[in-house]
């Protein structure tokens, strides 16, 4: 598997930020229960860690091991305020309905993990690939996680739609079953747990099935045993 | 020792020094348009309690400083917004703010006409509960809508309430609490507004002014 194939997998399934090293849930689980909410979560996530992991890449020769933490929190915090100040001026819905889950991004701890994990150890083309990749794997959770719950909670998709997307997006929205008492429960943050826990159980049983179809069986580097015993 | 100390002091520092700069110059080039979205939003929420056709003043421009912790239910000072038509001061629309929600404070605004009655009544904010409470918000339901066109006659009007209570008003199933403190609320802005009807027009101080 060449390096890029190895960060998707990686990103996407192995390693997946949202389901297997669940970093970040306090996002994940708060903005996650209308559609349009998670995919602007996921937009200004990817768009944090791209920035953050590149800029790292770029200068991690620059930087001392013994302060590296402080200036990562310094690079990731000027990046989600930059894009908190964007979505403000472009997307103002968003921006409000996102409310405080935006300017604590800085928090999520996928960023800076995959700052010291990843950007700090390697150039910049990957490290941006990394990010991406990663902050995509998250958003799908998001997604995911988003669309069950404003399925179950709401009966609708994409309620809410032209708050990110404009005016035109108002046609996105999607009424699969009129209900008129919202299902309370899955709207508030412990269905969410369980919903999350859900497609965590899901991402396991089927586990062993994609791992068969993408990874290459492993090659052992150990020479095999010669059996001298006699039997 | 010394030596690397000062020297990661100072990389500490040029990569603040950086960072904050970056920040400064995506602040400089977004701040015209996060004020002309602040304003356009605004405008969008003024349009909804007070019909547009109705005054020819810069509404958005005419706002007055508003203090009452008795009426307007906020030792904050809130805006209060003054329509003229020609020199006719013709509507008002008052930011006010529900102390006693379910869960905190509700933020309203409610639009006045100069004969005392109401043009519309909108949620600004709040954190009542989802599926119960939130009923508050013209995008779950109509119920925001039955204040329009009521006027209060004395101080104790006693059909400013919900109707569990004796009032007009319909309550939530589940949820009384909430439309309790909005009536209230929204009768408060009503007193307000006749109390000081003089001094909205008057004051020539400005929101924003010191």
Known sequence: MNRYAELTWQGLWKNNPGLVQLLGL???LAVTSTLTNALGMGIATIAVMVGSNGTIS???????KEIRI??????IAGFVTCVQLLFN???????QSLGIFLPLIVTNCIIIGRA????SKNTLLPSIYDGFIMGLGFTIVLLLLGSVREFLGQGTLFDGAHLLLGDWATVLRIEIVKIDQSFLFIMLPPGAFVVLGFIIALKNALNSKVESVFEP???SEKPQRVRVSKS | MNKIISKNGLILATFALMVTSIVAVTQYLTKEKIAQQEQKQLLKTLDQVIDRASYDNKLFMHCVPTQSLQFLGSKKTQRAFIAFKGDKPVAVALETTAPNGYNGNINLIVGINFNGIITGVRT???????????KIELKKSDWIHSFTSHSIQDHKDATWQVKKDGGQFDQFTGATITPRAVVNAVKNSLIYFQLNKKMLTTQTQRCGDK
């Open chain 1, 70 to 75: 402080p200036i990562f929190v310094m690079i």
């Open chain 2, 124 to 134: 600004l904010s709040h954190q009542e509960t989802p599926g119960l409470g939130d």
């Open chain 1, 26 to 28: 306090c996002p994940l």
């Open chain 1, 58 to 64: 770029l200068v991690r020769q620059w930087i001392p």
């Open chain 1, 89 to 95: 001026a472009y997307a103002y819905g968003l921006y």
């Open chain 1, 116 to 119: 010291e994990a990843y950007a």
């Open chain 1, 217 to 219: 069986p492993v090659e």
